[in-house]
């Protein structure tokens, strides 16, 4: 059984950085998809950025040049450099890694981006 664990988020100042880590353990192939979804209050579940197959990655317009992901296959984790963070930024932000047509998700974990 697939389990994730997030960590890394927080408070941060508008224009500021975080990186958010993702911890799988159990059955886990690199071929597989894995990456990280948000929602924001009142919103709908959305694609942030996602790895597929070898390092295909694919990320939602909002925050292409601002985040980039990482995929460590010996470590099965996988991580999100966020920078030039936006007040719109702010959400609870979900791991999720997919094996055929099954969806696993972590906990999530908050990201706050304030003055």
């Known amino acids: 059984q697939v389990q994730l664990v997030e960590s890394g988020g927080g408070l941060v100042q508008p224009g500021g950085s975080l990186r958010l880590s993702c911890a799988a353990s159990?059955?886990?192939?690199?071929?597989?998809?894995m990456g990280w979804y948000r929602q924001a209050p009142g919103k709908r579940r959305e694609l942030v950025a996602v790895m597929t197959s070898g390092t295909s990655t694919n990320y939602a317009d909002s925050v292409k040049g601002r985040f980039t992901i990482s995929r460590d296959n010996a470590e099965n984790t996988v991580l999100l450099q966020m920078s030039s963070l936006k007040p719109e930024d702010t959400a609870v932000y979900y791991c999720?890694?997919?094996?055929?047509?099954?969806?696993?998700w972590g906990q999530g974990t908050q990201v706050t981006v304030s003055s």
């Open positions: 999720y890694y997919r094996h055929g047509i099954v969806s696993v």
């Open positions: 159990g059955s886990i192939s690199s071929s597989n998809p």
